[in-house]
């Protein structure tokens, strides 16, 4: 009884609601490291993460140091001022001048540095810099994939950029609205269908001897060209974090640093895919509840010293070592609906393990079987006597010719399965049968931007007299092109005003080359004030067959 009646005392409700506190302020932290994926959240690898860094960590100094004289004036007050017995009774003071007054004036300076500074590194992170690469990032359920349109238009899994360089995200999604959420980088923006967004990231990456000798700063605070602070204060503060030769700066051989969590579908490699490049690997993630795939939408933002990237891109345009993993390939993109094994969904997704629609070896069925994962399928369809009506997305922009038939063969020859394979070739047919440009592994070779500026712009002059010189229309009933939604978030409305004309607009683009076509496209993207990607006459190969189809 001594024993319980001691520990009832220690534990009163008052020690008690102070230990559960204490528990929480401990474990908090903890919990989170313990959450896969989770760790270092501070935006410290880029210029613009560490101006975001250093405005919360002010505000967090500011914030401390207001609740510090608070709760100091609060514990003093109740100190000072207390009953000291049951008829006692403290002296009353009611307000005082010149302490209100002082609050008052204090506050409104600390109002206006704290906004003050706020804008400042408001214009700084949002202001769109001179850039010298353009990437998409394109979010769909249950991924992401990233367009290379300066370098062709080929597509990455992973965001793979140039270390100490300007580069423009155009953020967009193919169904709901995702987040591209970087936070080493400091990159966080909405993806949402229909529009591009806009977000700059320069990532510090490797430190390279090379790069600090080609006059880039290793961890620059300021962009010249992204400011309009004085001179002086820019040198002054690149001086500060600036390496000199010989002592900060190191030449960089292999991967720096890699990432440990990618989610289920993505496991991380023994050997990562980029160990033979000098990089750095951040991680990338979707931060909004876009579906039951959500968690898994998780990728690598990899940025590469300049000479690597080069090889890097050279090494994607010349379809890679050919070494294709079907696994993978299906693990990534499949598994989520169709099931790891196989098994599908029940009501919702059909099955690939011994399914009777994919279930002959001849020449049909597997043309089928591709032109599914190609076009994707919508409506119903029945599968081992059970029927399923829902929606699968195209996969012919996603995945390669090789890709292709990798993942079709897979599925036809796992999980108890033997009905035949199909070939890169007979991939390639159904691609070209379903109008899409041709997507081999080492994709198609493009058209230089500079060409397609040219051409497009003595194109355009047959144009201006109606949209105007400078995109702006005078003439009543036609479109602006400069700023104009539909000319930025997809060709295709462009493609199809051109090639089927719409209301009092004759179809003065029936007649035109698929290259005059991307020609023209292109230059209207690009102009007036336009920041939308090139198009390349492949692509306008099939979307001028799918709007021709659908008028």
Request: net charge negative; aromatic share 10%; charged share 20%.
């Amino acid at each position: 009884m001594d024993i319980q009646s001691n520990v009832g005392r220690f534990l009163s409700p008052p020690r008690r609601t102070a230990l559960l506190a204490l528990a929480v302020v401990l474990l908090a932290p903890a919990m989170a490291w313990a959450i896969p994926g989770a760790g270092d959240f501070t935006s410290l690898d880029s210029p613009t993460g560490r101006e975001m860094a250093g405005l919360y960590n002010m505000l967090a100094k500011i914030c401390f140091v207001i609740f510090t004289i608070v709760a100091s004036v609060m514990i003093a007050a109740i100190l000072r001022f207390r009953r000291r017995s049951e008829d006692e009774r403290p002296e009353q003071t009611h307000g005082n001048f010149q302490v209100e007054v002082g609050i008052l004036l204090a506050a409104t300076i600390l109002q206006i540095f704290i906004g003050w500074r706020t804008i400042e590194v408001m214009w700084y992170v949002e202001k769109m810099p001179e850039t010298e690469i353009t990437i998409e990032a394109i979010g769909y359920q249950w991924d992401w994939q990233f367009r290379y349109p300066d370098q062709g238009g080929f597509i990455s899994d992973d965001l793979v950029i140039p270390a100490h360089t300007n580069v423009r995200l155009n953020i967009t999604s193919k169904d709901v609205i995702h987040s591209l959420f970087i936070p080493e980088l400091g990159v966080k923006m909405d993806a949402v269908p229909g529009r591009f967004n806009y977000w700059w990231v320069n990532a510090d990456g490797p430190i390279n001897q090379a790069v600090l000798e080609n006059d880039y700063r290793v961890s620059p605070t300021y962009d010249k060209r992204n400011t309009t602070r004085p001179e002086g204060m820019v040198d002054l503060f690149n001086a500060m974090y600036f390496y000199p030769e010989g002592k900060g700066a190191k030449t960089v051989r292999g991967l720096e640093k890699r990432v440990d969590y990618l989610a289920a579908s993505r496991t991380v490699e023994e050997v990562s895919p980029y160990a033979k490049y000098d990089a750095v690997e951040y991680r990338g993630m979707c931060t909004e509840l876009c579906g039951k795939g959500h968690y898994d939408m998780y990728f690598r933002t990899v940025a590469m010293t300049p000479a690597s990237f080069k090889e890097w891109v050279e090494f994607q345009q010349s379809g890679g070592d050919g070494d294709v993993n079907a696994e993978g390939i299906y693990t990534k993109n499949c598994s989520t609906c169709h099931g790891a094994g196989g098994e599908g969904v029940a009501g919702q997704f059909p099955p690939l393990a011994q399914a009777d629609y994919i279930s002959t070896d001849d020449d049909e069925n597997k043309r089928r079987h591709v032109g599914v994962v190609l076009k994707g399928l919508k409506g119903e369809i029945v599968v081992n006597g059970v029927k399923y009506n829902g929606v699968m997305q195209p996969w012919f922009n996603v995945l390669n010719d090789e890709e292709v038939a990798a993942v079709v063969n897979h599925e036809r020859t796992s999980w108890g399965n033997s009905y035949g394979t199909v070939d890169s070739k007979m991939v390639a047919e159904e691609r070209d049968a379903a109008g899409y440009p041709p997507y081999p592994a080492g994709g198609v070779t493009p058209l230089p931007e500079a060409d397609l500026m040219t051409q497009g712009q003595k194109i355009y002059a047959s144009c201006a007299s109606c949209h105007g010189a400078s995109g702006v229309s005078s003439v009543r009933g036609v479109p602006n092109l400069k700023k104009n939604p539909k000319v930025l978030s997809s060709p295709e409305d462009v493609v199809s005003y051109l090639v089927n004309g719409k209301g009092n607009k004759g179809a003065q683009g029936s007649s035109m080359t698929n290259d005059e076509i991307a020609s023209i496209v292109t230059y209207i993207r690009k102009s007036f004030g336009n920041k939308a990607s090139a198009v390349q006459p492949g692509e306008i190969g099939r979307i001028r067959k799918d709007v021709t189809k659908a008028r």
